[in-house]
């Protein structure tokens, strides 16, 4: 299984930025879709989650993010707006597969919001 992911990069407070993740079709209509993230020296937090009927978000994200799902290209979406800089991470898109007992982790991005 593979989760490709692109976007990220960097950006100045307040500043947006747009991540994606490809997958197969089997892994995008079985699997529940995550963002999560690890900032240094932290453990991993989560973001965001869609089963594409509901989606959650972490305390933290208050509004500025959005979790999207693009059925037609196997693609999940976090769109970020103003970001500050404790959202300087390493953003993770991640499947988890229950059906099959498993999570599958992309290979991770990097987002930097710096002045």
């Known amino acids: 299984v593979q989760l490709q992911q692109s976007g990220g990069g960097s950006v100045q407070p307040g500043g947006s930025l747009k991540l994606s993740c490809r997958t197969s079709?089997?892994?995008?209509?079985?699997?529940?879709m995550n963002w999560l993230r690890q900032a240094p020296g932290k453990e991993h937090e989560y973001v965001s989650q869609?089963?594409?009927?509901?989606?959650t978000y972490g305390d933290f994200v208050k509004g500025r993010f959005t979790i999207s799902r693009d059925n037609a290209e196997n693609t999940l979406h976090l769109q970020m707006n103003s970001l500050n800089i404790e959202d300087t991470a390493v953003y993770y898109c991640?499947?988890?597969?229950?059906?099959?007992?498993?999570?599958?982790w992309g290979q991770g991005t990097q987002v930097t919001v710096s002045s």
């Open positions: 991640v499947a988890d597969c229950w059906d099959w007992g498993e999570r599958f």
């Open positions: 869609t089963d594409g009927t509901f989606t």
């Open positions: 079709g089997d892994v995008f209509s079985r699997c529940k």
